[in-house]
């Protein structure tokens, strides 16, 4: 099976313009969900599709979106773009049911913010 | 406010040796632990998971779960140096999925040959 993939891999922008990253979950997993990792911060929690649907949402700014297609397939939008939104992006798709709920991870999508 | 704990390390061991890691979580609430391994540049690989109290064993891997005492490790033996990553680990409240995991900030292990 193909792992998740995630694109573009690498992307450069400038203050305040926005940026949209693409994540592919596993074939199956209907559960996508999108992480932040910084130096600093370390791995966090922005939100959580499933079915189209956001189910939760960590504690980022009204900024952050997503959106989740019917071929499990998500977005993630980042609007305004400050300094600190330099990161690594990534998603991680899970089955999400019939007790299987770990979650894997994509490479990821370095975000520079200049 | 769920709080993971990790010491940040380095963590060096010798090749061969067990290295031990740890991790402390405040949420009782926690149902499953993950624990993922992470070289540098590279996402989180998922290597082990763990729902019930006692120790799971897989290949060079155990997991350790106490949940009285909110406390997760995991064991690897015969360390080689291919293990030299940062080892997060991530305890999961449950919620049919849809909770994100709360990551701790990893402890970086060193296998010196």
């Known amino acids: 099976k193909a792992g998740v993939t995630q694109t573009p891999r690498y992307l450069i922008k400038t203050r305040g313009q926005q940026v949209t990253l693409s994540c592919s979950p596993i074939?199956?997993?209907?559960?996508v969900s999108w992480y932040q990792q910084t130096p600093g911060q370390g791995l966090q929690f922005l939100f959580e599709?499933?079915?189209?649907?956001?189910?939760n949402k960590g504690n980022f700014p009204g900024r952050f979106s997503g959106r989740q297609f019917s071929n499990s397939r998500s977005e993630m939008n980042v609007s305004t773009l400050e300094l600190g939104d330099s990161a690594l992006y990534l998603c991680a798709s899970s089955l999400a049911g019939g007790g299987t709920y770990e979650q894997y991870f994509g490479p990821g999508t370095r975000l520079t913010v200049t | 406010q769920k709080e993971v704990e990790q010491n940040s390390g380095p963590l060096s061991v010798p090749e061969g040796a067990i290295a031990s890691l740890n991790c402390t979580y405040s949420?009782?609430?926690?149902?499953?632990f993950f624990w993922y391994r992470q070289y540098s540049g590279k996402s989180p690989e998922l290597i082990m998971f763990i729902y019930s109290n006692g120790d799971k064993e897989d290949g060079r891997f155990t997991a350790q779960l106490n949940k009285a005492s909110q406390y997760v490790s995991l064991l690897i033996r015969d360390s080689q140096p291919s293990d030299s990553a940062t080892y997060l680990c991530a305890p999961w409240r449950g919620g049919g999925g849809a909770d994100g995991l709360t990551f701790g900030k990893g402890t970086h292990l060193i296998i010196q040959p």
């Open positions: 599709y499933f079915s189209e649907t956001q189910r």
């Open positions: 074939s199956g997993h209907r559960s």
């Open positions: 949420d009782r609430g926690s149902q499953s």
